[in-house]
């Protein structure tokens, strides 16, 4: 099993472009994540997904959209990057079961100049 | 806001000593996790407790909580140079529906 894998792993993105980060695992969680990490700030929830076909704002959603039209995947987007957009994302995904343990994936460095 | 604050920020010792570090938080919770990222790489689950539960040990690592001061703390015995990472609580608290609210964190450093 490959677990949860993101793609692409690296990125430079230009003020004002758009972009798609896609994450996909191969657990059949149900439960699915997009966190992103900044120095100092720990790691800070974007939007999540508790099934297929269903998302919901976490704690600091502004500026990104996402989609789960598979159960495996999650797709994280960005329409209009701006320089406050540069950090480490990362994606993750947990069982059913409320509060279980989130696997995580290698992470994707983006960098908005 | 962080619902977890993790203390110290950074710790750096020698090979076989222990480490311990500490994470207070704020709300009512059903568990407090632990997770372990080395440089450059995803988090990783390290042990879950559950807010009924005061200790949980898992190899070399040792949990506790203490729910009335609203704290947890993390004891790694005998620590190896590969013990070197950031490690970081989780909290799920009982009015996230499940989400975990991460700390900021702890910098371990063990030197060989």
């Known amino acids: 099993n490959a677990g949860v894998t993101q793609t692409p792993k690296f990125r430079v993105l230009k003020t004002g472009q758009s972009m798609t980060l896609l994450c996909a695992q191969d657990m059949n969680h149900e439960y699915m994540y997009w966190y992103r990490q900044d120095p100092g700030m720990g790691l800070r929830l974007i939007h999540y997904?508790?099934?297929?076909?269903?998302?919901a704002k976490g704690e600091v959603p502004d500026g990104y959209n996402v989609s789960r039209l598979k159960k495996q995947n999650f797709l994280l987007g960005l329409e209009s990057a701006a320089p406050s957009q540069t950090s480490v994302y990362f994606c993750a995904s947990s069982t059913l079961t409320q509060g279980s343990e989130q696997f995580f994936g290698p992470g994707t460095r983006l960098t908005v100049l | 806001s962080q619902q977890g604050e993790e203390d110290p920020q950074a710790l750096s010792i020698q090979e076989g000593e222990n480490a311990t570090m500490n994470c207070s938080y704020k709300?009512?919770?059903?568990?407090l996790q632990w997770y372990r990222q080395n440089s450059g790489r995803g988090l990783v689950h390290l042990i879950l407790?559950?807010?009924?539960?005061r200790e949980k040990h898992s190899g070399r690592l040792r949990v506790t909580l203490d729910t009335s001061k609203k704290s947890s703390s993390l004891l790694i015995t005998a620590s190896r140079a590969a013990d070197t990472a950031s490690y970081f609580c989780a909290t799920d608290a009982y009015n996230q529906g499940g989400k975990l609210i991460f700390g900021q964190g702890t910098e371990l450093s063990v030197k060989p």
């Open positions: 407790i559950r807010s009924n539960e």
């Open positions: 709300t009512s919770i059903n568990n």
């Open positions: 997904s508790v099934g297929e076909g269903t998302t």
